[in-house]
């Protein structure tokens, strides 16, 4: 069926998956990668044969913990944030390119369909904030929620842990960052009204394609690109600075809804943007590959080679500042695309300061003494 939403010089998506494939609908990988730490694993590198059945069927597993610590200092210099916490580890989101997938291995899964279908649940998360908050050296400096799973996932229906962080964000005065693509955000509009009439909150809604066959494809249990805009429409109504996340551009793929998305986040509210060339690092590199050459085996060479080029001949580059951006004529294409859409849609927004100054800690009974 033709794909009345796709770009007009779009090629048509998606392909027919090859026949002989076995493929697990609703999944982003198709197969669990090998752990580097384990050395001894059970591991699925192809599926064949009478094996079918064991993953044709696929149910998601919330595994409860007790967690030690949640807010964690970045180091990385190019990610745009001091501390992160994340209530979840894995993300049934499944979104094939992304980045957090290695660190499931952490934990002794697989990067590959471990990573959405085991999702560790940290029950504790708002004690362990509020624990750190009331911490005496404490000064305080935004943390970002969700800087490596999704704190909107399905999980979080069931949970709210994202909910009690922003209550205890709220108590104290604590300015938070996030980015998301599930429209359960809105459900926590009063906390960030709240939050943002304070300056203590700035999101990043996270939106890659506008073609409903290439969403579920590469991101199989996210929400619309239209409920992600109804998300910047309705919170910055409710006066929360919003903006857009494009991430990642994949070069052959979707990088050319680049101006698309650009202007009809503009439209919605958004007021800044950021973007990043796809980078394929760790057991992402053979996760994607396997899922490229499997939705779309006719233009897989060619968006390969593209990421590729992108990366000086590699697939990923670990260089600080270069990683995001890429370098070579298909990164430079995309970037002077987003300088270019960014002034011409109002998204280049003056660098926002969340107000660290109001923070406080609670009155706890027996200070006085």
Known sequence: MENTSRHPNAKPLPEKKKETDHYIEGRGAQLNTK??????????ENVEAIDEWELSDIHTKYIEQEAKSIVNKVDSPDVGMFYSMNPYQGCEHGCIYCYARNAHEYWGY??????????IVKKNAPKLLRKFLMHPKWACVPISISGNTDCYQPAER???????????????????????????????????????????????????????????????????????????QELSAAGVRMGVMLGPMIPGLNDHEMQSIMKKASEAGA???????????????????????????QRADKVWHSIEHGHGGRVNDNRWKIRMRGEGPEAEMVRQQFLKYNKLYGLNAERWGLDTHLFKKPFQQGELF
């Open 110 to 119: 697989s990067a590959g369909i471990d990573f959405e279908s085991k999702i």
């Open 271 to 297: 007021v800044f943007s950021a973007y990043t060339f796809i980078r394929l690092n760790g057991a992402v590199k053979n996760l994607f590959h396997d899922w490229l050459y499997k939705n779309f085996p």
């Open 158 to 232: 069931k949970y709210q842990l994202t909910r009690q962080l922003l209550e205890v964000c709220l108590e104290f005065n604590q300015p938070v960052g996030l980015i998301t693509k599930n429209a359960c955000m809105i459900r926590d509009k009063d906390i960030f009204k709240k939050l943002a009439a304070k300056n203590l909150v700035s999101i990043l809604v996270s939106i890659t394609s506008f073609n409903e066959d290439l969403r579920r494809a590469m991101e199989p249990r996210t929400t619309t690109a239209r409920q992600r805009l109804r998300i910047i």
């Open 35 to 44: 752990n580097r730490f384990l050395i001894h694993e059970s591991t699925r």
